[in-house]
């Protein structure tokens, strides 16, 4: 059932044409990317398995169930979220080694599970397993994960999802999950060879605000070709006006608030075609203050192979 190895070997130090140095994603290429959006469900009974749980888990935790809201929610599983996704990508025949559903709130029904969906779904016999309870630092732990399994040779074509979801019925809500929340995946489709930006990803634990400014300052420094500036995607985690360095002149893009863990990722989805090609290079940066969390992941559109057509 798992593949087990050791995970421990330094990533590969990449040059950049400006002289700066850093780690890359094991190699792994940002290939294409996909947003999808889900809508509200007509009013049903409550499922009473789900009663059951969510009564059970609501005595356990001290919190309170909600079985109205759970008959007016969206209930849109993982599994329904990842077959929307696997439906939107370019056609995919090559063999997938490695497969991760990241998500900062669970899936609403245990009974089904997105990576087994996906391991049945795609070309291969894919590793695939979940990330999750790490909030907006999930997906990029979802990269970094995936580096290591591509510097062993177990990661030459991935597929990570990101997933949203708001059948929570419970009270109160998980941080960000208001009434204005909305279902929202997004597919990250990477490869160690042909198109595509290399990938770079960049944690740090237990950082005040101040050591976050300067880790993104450091991130965006070193001119592009040309002289522009790199483009930034800020996560809800960090303020333009105040954290950005002085007078930092690219582009910056805010995610929507109805996606609490996409919205970064949904971005690099509607902007990746622009970005290909370009020769630009894109962070995207989140930082959960309460836990002092900073998670930085780039793409790097200046090193990108020239386009091709997905196999």
Not at 24 to 50: I, M, Q, Y
Not at 288 to 295: D, H, M
């Amino acid at each position: 059932m798992y593949r087990t190895g050791s995970l421990d070997r330094p990533a590969p130090v990449r040059a950049h044409p400006d002289g700066r140095v850093d780690r890359t994603a094991g190699g792994l290429r940002l290939v294409a990317a996909e947003h999808r959006t889900f809508g509200a469900k007509a009013p049903a009974p409550a499922d009473p398995f789900l009663v059951r749980l969510y009564s059970d888990m609501a005595e356990q935790y001290g919190t309170t169930f909600d079985r109205e809201r759970l008959e007016r929610a969206n209930r849109t599983t993982f599994a329904e979220m990842a077959a929307d996704l696997v439906g939107a990508l370019p056609p995919l025949t090559h063999p997938f080694d490695l497969v991760l559903v990241a998500s900062a709130v669970p899936d609403f029904d245990t009974r089904l599970s997105a990576a087994s969906y996906l391991t049945e779904a795609l070309p291969g016999d894919p590793l695939a397993f979940a990330v999750g309870e790490q909030g907006d630092a999930g997906p990029h732990t979802a990269l970094r994960l995936a580096a290591q399994y591509a510097r062993q040779g177990q990661g030459r074509h991935v597929l990570i999802t990101v997933m949203d979801q708001t059948t929570v019925p419970s009270a109160p809500l998980p941080p960000r999950q208001g009434e204005d929340a909305r279902d929202s995946a997004v597919a990250l489709l990477l490869a160690e060879d042909g198109p595509g930006a290399p990938l770079s990803v960049r944690q740090e634990s237990a950082l005040g605000a101040d050591g976050a400014r300067a880790l993104l300052a450091e991130a965006l420094a070193g001119p592009l070709p040309g002289g522009a500036a790199p483009a930034v995607i800020l996560g809800p985690g960090f303020d333009a006006r105040r954290d950005l360095p002085a007078g930092f002149s690219g582009e910056v893009l805010m995610p929507s608030p109805e996606f609490p863990c996409t919205g970064v990722w949904a971005v690099v989805a509607e902007h990746l075609p622009r970005w290909t090609g370009s020769g630009s290079r894109v962070v995207v940066a989140d930082y959960e203050p309460e836990v002092g969390q900073l998670s930085l992941s780039t793409a790097d559109f200046t090193l990108a192979a020239a386009p091709a057509a997905v196999a």
